[in-house]
């Protein structure tokens, strides 16, 4: 399976995650405005984004840039929906990493979403969803995603479902090193 040929729905009891839509752009910008939030996204190598966006005009200008990268091939951007609200809560950007460094052809996973989400038991419930389906979806031989000391929930989660701290930074397209990422293989 080629996931920008045919991007899946990934669903379990709380949450369905799939491609983003338009009309998904008033709930993302709760998400993507919402500055307790922004500590825990994962900008590293994009170009000086942090994906802070205020206004609904600055979401839809992000939600098409997300849309041209799928046609692209370059991510996939997917929408997280919490089911007992019938709402996006946030999002799981995928993508291969094609680097010299450790990471070379390992899936990235970010997981973005809204502060009041930001708990060890949700997170986990994402990860446990999504991280199974990686390799198969991207073609890669395993998966890092980043986070930072002081998100103390988003590391008991990744912790609990398999992820170690990786020894290696990450090397950005501008020489630039990150730490904080976590492998699964």
């Known amino acids: ?21 338009d009309s ?6 709760k998400v993507y405005s919402d ?3 922004l500590p825990f996204f994962n900008s590293d190598n994009c170009d000086g984004d ?46 291969v990493r094609v680097s010299e460094d450790a990471f ?3 899936g990235i996973l970010r997981v ?13 419930d994402i990860f446990e969803l999504v991280t199974p389906r990686i390799e198969e979806l991207l073609g890669c031989k395993g998966v890092l995603t980043k986070a930072p000391l002081y998100a103390v929930e988003r590391i008991k989660a990744i912790q609990k479902a398999g992820f170690t701290k990786s020894e290696h930074l990450l090397i ?11 492998i699964k293989k």
Not at 1 to 21: A, D, G, H, V, W
Not at 54 to 67: G, Q
Request: a negative charge; one cysteine or more.
């Open 104 to 106: 070379h052809n390992m």
């Open 24 to 29: 998904d752009c008033d709930d993302l910008l």
């Open 35 to 37: 500055k307790n939030a």
């Open 50 to 95: 942090n994906f802070y966006y205020s206004s609904k005009e600055k979401m839809t200008e992000a939600i098409d840039f997300w849309r041209m990268s799928y046609e692209n091939g370059w991510f996939a951007r997917l929408s997280i929906i919490d089911k007992t609200i019938c709402s996006v809560i946030g999002t799981v950007e995928l993508c």
């Open 112 to 124: 973005d979403v809204r502060s009041d989400y930001e708990q060890n038991d949700v997170l986990y």
């Open 172 to 182: 950005g397209k501008n020489g630039y090193a990150y730490d904080g990422y976590w």
């Open 1 to 21: 399976m080629n996931i920008y040929e045919s991007c899946p729905t990934l669903e379990n009891e709380k949450f369905i995650i799939r491609l983003f839509q």
